[in-house]
């Protein structure tokens, strides 16, 4: 991994994947006690900068490899990027959900032309199971949700919109927190701000109880989680850093940072009020973070990465509920 | 009124105004049967429009008057829009807002540095009176919320990035529908495509019972509402066009259309969802309209302006009951 394959993404999802704004709002400022910018990637395409990956995988393939199709496991945000990209650029695609998704996630993810496939996750199977004889029966191309180098260099063009941005509101030096399950988001970002903004730093935000990468960087090597699932933060729960991503956090994150449930709902509440855009639980993590948790933070300045909107409306309206 | 003034305004502004994206999404698409793009001014300083008229105005002022500080009647955007351009350019502000006015809008005035001088709307005193008596008393000066031409232009930079954004975006003819109170953002946006997207057209949006617009475009000459008050979209409900602005849209707006409370709160519902972006009912009067009434526009595009997103949180929630 490095800059040159972000940039090559950037180059081949250029025009596709919108250049979400960096928000801030003087009231976010006074509760954290610093400037706060928002990265506003719940403005994305899909609704998370999940479409970043997907987008630039894909466009990556060759083209009878792509021909053949891409499949994708996930429940969410990783399902709708694949989903869109692949139908954008003619790939046939196969989505590997559990039967007890929500029924929106996987209506929206079958209007975007992808074939869902359903497997009974209380049963025990394995969706890495379903998956690898999906595609080897089928010649599909697996795109991981991030360890996979061009996933995290598509990602990591959020790092060089960030980079940017930063500067032209004149932002030399600065923490920017992400929300972070599996690390292709980070990663990527963390390695588009060493080339160019060397005086931000990446560092992961985690919910409680799903601190791995935090956990892992404390410790120097990559750490699991005790539970697979619970809580609110479904988007970022993951059992622990990706083989690929941990030696990149490692090498350039700064301390993980790790916030509570209610925090993010908190979160999301003040995104609506001052920033007026609509946040879920683990998009809201990074937020949550630089609003609740100021003294993990140092200097003037701090970008927030907010990841992603996709959140039923009765959890938003519970969320609303902390105003 | 005139191009040269709303450049003349985007010059000023330049730099503090927020240049806000042109959103899509394919769901909207499908339900408006054509694609629908959502300039997205919720995202704007405090939260609607209503920013770039008042630091227009206010910046247009020569020093010495900008010092003495300026006066506006509003209980809602436009009191903050001017509260926030002042006290960034060092203007004292009062601001004159009915006492029953919601306390959230009244905190964050103050909050943004203005004096909030509070009257008894119930009471039968006219705000005018109150505003035109401390007006002279102090020597400020009155910054009306649309019968401005500095207002008028400071808008009209909506427009110009609007040109901008639909060529980038390959749209050269379509309806440019726009929620409208006394035509202010309506009279400049047309002022600005006419003069730089001569194929998109202005249109006015407003709710039932409000209609006086779309009244006056059809009679030719102002028409006033028979209620003043009532309904959810307390954004853009004015007696009638205003005189300066009346002229304008006469000249080069299409046919207003009329949409009701409840498809507004639908709207803001299907913006949540599918743009993740927080409307409230009087900003999403024109995304209404695209996805509600498409017989009313023709044409493979349509560009509908999302005014704002100060909206409770309560009223918010009811929308999202819609899905």
């Not at 009878?64 to 199709?69: P, S």
């Not at 996933?151 to 030399?172: D, R």
């Not at 030096?173 to 005086?199: F, K, Q, S, Y």
């Not at 622990?240 to 030696?247: E, I, R, V, W």
Request: include cysteine.
């Amino acid at each position: 991994m490095n800059i040159e394959l972000i940039e090559a993404a950037a180059a081949r999802i250029a025009g596709h994947v919108r250049q979400t704004p960096l928000l801030h709002s003087p009231f976010l400022d006074a509760i954290a006690g610093r400037r706060v910018w928002v990265k506003a990637e719940c403005l994305q395409h899909t609704g998370s900068f999940k479409y970043r990956g997907g987008r630039s995988a894909i466009s990556a393939l060759d083209p009878a490899t792509r021909a053949r199709g891409v499949i994708a496991y996930s429940s969410g945000n990783h399902a709708q990027g694949i989903a869109r990209a692949a139908a954008e650029l003619g790939a046939p695609a196969v989505i590997v959900m559990p039967a007890d998704a929500p029924a929106l996630k996987i209506a929206n993810t079958r209007a975007m032309g992808a074939e869902v496939v359903l497997y009974d996750r209380a049963g025990g199977v394995l969706r890495e199971a379903v998956g690898e004889r999906i595609a080897a029966e089928r010649g599909l191309t697996l795109i991981r949700p991030y360890d996979e180098p061009q996933v995290i260099a598509g990602q990591g063009t959020a790092g060089l919109e960030i980079a940017a941005q930063a500067a032209e509101a004149g932002v030399a030096r600065a923490d920017v927190l992400v929300c972070c399950g599996g690390g292709g988001l980070t990663a990527g970002i963390a390695l588009a701000l060493e080339a160019r903004a060397p005086g931000l730093r990446a560092r992961p935000c985690e919910p409680e109880g799903f601190d791995d990468t935090a956990r892992s960087l404390a410790s120097g090597r990559i750490e699991r989680n005790a539970q697979q699932a619970g809580g609110l933060c479904d988007a970022i729960l993951t059992p622990a850093p990706g083989k690929l991503t941990f030696p990149i956090l490692a090498r350039l994150c700064g301390p993980g940072i790790v916030v509570s449930d209610a925090q993010c709902l908190h979160a999301m509440a003040l995104a609506f009020l001052r920033l007026k855009i609509v946040l879920e639980p683990g998009g809201a993590a990074a937020l949550a973070a630089a609003l609740f948790h100021p003294d993990a933070v140092a200097g003037d300045d701090v970008i927030a990465v907010a990841t992603g909107g996709n959140v039923d409306p009765g959890l938003f309206a519970r969320a609303l509920g902390m105003l």
